[in-house]
């Protein structure tokens, strides 16, 4: 009979400290020593990670009532726009939103990990006054101790595999993916591979609504599936996404967390986006959740784009393993690229240790998905079209 | 056979001089010029020169004759490794490949020695841990 654990089973061991916990980069060994079923006997939890710039990413704010009290309809923080169309003194604050006096040197994500930081930031509003709310502008400071709720509540993050991005144009060309070079100049990836959550459980068996993760440092939890969730894309053989596919919408009170965890990323000439660090927990509930969770950077491919090409749909050179781009050279058409990473593998690996040592310690539980995600949607294109051909 | 590493600034009226021609056949070192750049103010080399230590002097001083201004290690890229995230952005725009990641830890690794002073890394690195020392 094939070994089977339960949540409860799991969350038991944990109380009692003889939980077995391993990383995704530590099963891969295990289980090549072991192999499969003594490996699901062993081990109770395979801890992931993942930190890289997460542009879908912002944070809600409550700043409590002045007097007299005002319904703020604009919102600067440190002059950065935040989203006020709510409740009058609730904000929303994007990662990509950029300062109107200091433009992409200073954005959103600025405001957020300044604000993880414990940094005074200046709060700026404008109101049309109410006979409820009579007052109609005001300038003051706050940080995370004189706020009411802030909570991180991401959209989307812990893309499922991402695109390798190369720029076959004459000139240098400034993304999200960073600085391309002209002429296959540099290849550009951005993912944990054999450390990053949904690689790691690709079919979504155990990361669904409600599933308790690691974020930013502190303990927050999946919301929803992910903006843009794409679980149709083309995968591999082990069920690997082969480009960017799942993706999850994460929340977690941004009080308790770090800023080794959380920063600020400005993307030459793109603007300013956020690293995020997640991790999630795998229960190991049978041998098909390890099997798929000791996949290793060899087995996990990237389809290369070229980002020069200024269409939705952008030509491919072909797909490459995360092994060959993590040896630091590709080839493409017959010429020896330099790869470069955008999200960073020794803080996913931090994150992932950390998780550890949190179940390890029993300051960790595993939450059962209180509903999985639909394998069966799709991501469809915005089309431009008149009113009647909708 | 020693090794220096130098900036040098041509003043306007040196740009058209073969100077460096004139370290090759009358001081018989070895210039491998890693950069090279006009502006509206001047023209900069940034250049190994190999020889003997003697040479080399000898070499600098005909430079200072023809008012070439030389920095030696003026310039310096340093890291903020508080600052620093390790993600390894900055290393795609490094082709002397000074800046380095992967295998073991996945940390950042410098090279000033192979360091061309492009300066590309430093608007790449997207939490602006990289700086320019003069």
Redesign the interface.
Known sequence: MAVTKTYEEINEKIRRGEAVVVTAEEIIDIVKDVGVAKATEKVDVITTGT???MCSSGAFINFGHSDPPIKMTKVWLNDVPAYAGLAAVDAYIGATELSETQGMAYGGAHVIEDLIAGKNIKLESKAYGTDCYPRKEIITYVNKNTLNEVYLFNPRNAYQNYAVAVNSSARTIYTYM????PRF????YCNASQLSPLINDPYYRTIGIGTRIFLGGAQGYVAWQGTQFNPKQARGENGVPLAPAGTLALIGNLKDMSTEFI??????KYGT?L?VGVGVPIPVLDEDIVEKASVSDKEIYSTIIDYSVTQRSKPSFGRVSYAEL?S?KIEINGKKV??????????A?KIAETLKEWIKQGKFYLQQPIENFSLDQTFKPLEIVNEEEI | MAKRKLVLHFPEESIEKPITYHLVKDYDLIPNILRAHIDENEGTLVMDLKGSAEQIEKGIAFLKEHNVRIQEAVKDITIDRDLC?????????C?P?AL????E???LNFDNDKCIFCE?CI??C???AIKLLF
Do not use: M, Q
């Open positions: 930190f890289g710039p960073g600085t391309l070079l100049g540099n290849a550009t920063r600020a990323a400005i993307f030459h986006s690293y993590r630091g330099r790869t470069a990473p955008i999200s960073s593998y020794s803080k690996r | 995230v390790d993600c390894g952005a900055c290393t795609g725009v082709r490949e380095t990641i992967g295998p830890d996945w940390k590309l608007n790449t997207p939490v602006r």
